[in-house]
């Protein structure tokens, strides 16, 4: 029952809706957006009113369900009773088959209508941009990585040197880094698009153009390592034969003694006191060979 005190339209709507007196109007403009094999389900909210969240719920029905499973209709997972109107139904649509989506909305105890996508959609139909590429010289080879790119695509590199030939090379989308060795020293330039199943492809990236200095010969560094320690040996040893045989007078031109500063000098007399027990008694003794000899 709906109550008679202090009635308004939110409070009339209200109680319209759990008492189920009109349906809530079903939502509008169902389409898929759909880029790089990302594919969102999108539409308008139902115009009309409702005193809590519109909540949506989502279903989709592929060739297997219209023909194995008589028609069945199946539930979009993370698309169940949503107040977000839209839903990523990319897992969903897991095959290059046409798809059938349909969303609902619910407010309260009042569920609106299916409204259907006007056409199946098929994945193959996506919109696929230029991928995003960065080219890296590494010694005589060409290292071409690449950022996201869409699932179940190819990307086809086109490598050429300035006035030759090009030369596509092929990656599977998963393999996300190309490398083309062998290269001479020149400038080469990159570019590269997505394709799916060899029809649909994307516009090319931009060009990318960078130079190739080559390959280090194998020679090269274990020749400067047996280099570097032949010429430190000599030094040393050079510096130890002239400590060695240094003429002391030329010696002391190069390694003089400096005197000390004045500072560090002591200007002082240190002198230790003796005690007169310490001092020594002598005798003076006289030894002639001429003095007459005493009788004992």
């Known amino acids: 029952m709906c109550s008679d005190e202090s009635p308004d339209w939110l ?4 109680c319209l809706l759990s008492a189920g007196v009109f349906a809530l109007p079903a939502p509008s403009r169902v389409f898929v957006e759909s880029v790089d094999m990302r594919h969102v389900l999108r539409w308008l909210p139902p115009q009309g009113p409702c005193g809590t969240a519109v909540l949506y719920s989502v279903q989709f029905q592929g060739e297997f ?7 069945n209709w199946v ?4 698309c169940q009773l949503t107040s977000d109107p839209r839903c990523d139904v990319t897992i969903e649509l897991g095959s290059d088959s046409d798809y059938s989506l349909r969303v609902r909305a619910k407010c309260g105890a009042a569920t609106s209508a299916w409204t259907e996508l006007s056409a199946p959609f ?3 139909d996506t919109v696929l941009t230029a991928p995003e590429m960065a080219v890296m010289a590494v010694g005589d080879s060409l290292q071409v990585s690449f950022g996201k790119l869409p699932l179940n695509a190819d990307v086809f590199v086109t490598v050429w040197r300035r006035g030759q030939e090009a030369v596509v090379h092929w990656m599977p989308a998963e393999q996300r880094v190309l490398s083309v060795p062998g290269l001479q020293v020149a400038q080469y330039c990159v570019r590269a698009q997505t394709v799916l199943q060899d029809q649909h492809r994307s ?5 990318q153009c960078i130079s190739i200095a080559g390959a ?3 020679w090269r560094t274990p020749t400067a390592v047996l280099l570097s320690v032949v010429f430190t040996a000599g030094f040393l040893f050079a510096v130890f034969w002239c400590v060695a045989h240094c003429h002391p007078d030329r010696c002391k031109t190069f390694f003089r003694k400096e005197p000390l500063p004045h500072s560090l000098k002591p200007d002082w007399v240190i002198q230790i006191p003796i005690s007169p027990e310490d001092v020594e008694l002598c005798e003076r003794i006289q ?3 001429d003095c007459p000899s005493e009788d004992l």
């Open 11 to 14: 409070s009339i709507t209200k």
């Open 122 to 124: 098929n994945r193959r």
């Open 75 to 78: 539930n979009a997972a993370e």
């Open 65 to 71: 369900e219209l023909l194995v499973q008589n028609g």
């Open 203 to 207: 516009a090319s990236s931009n060009e």
């Open 287 to 289: 030894v002639c060979s």
């Open 216 to 218: 280090d010969a194998p």
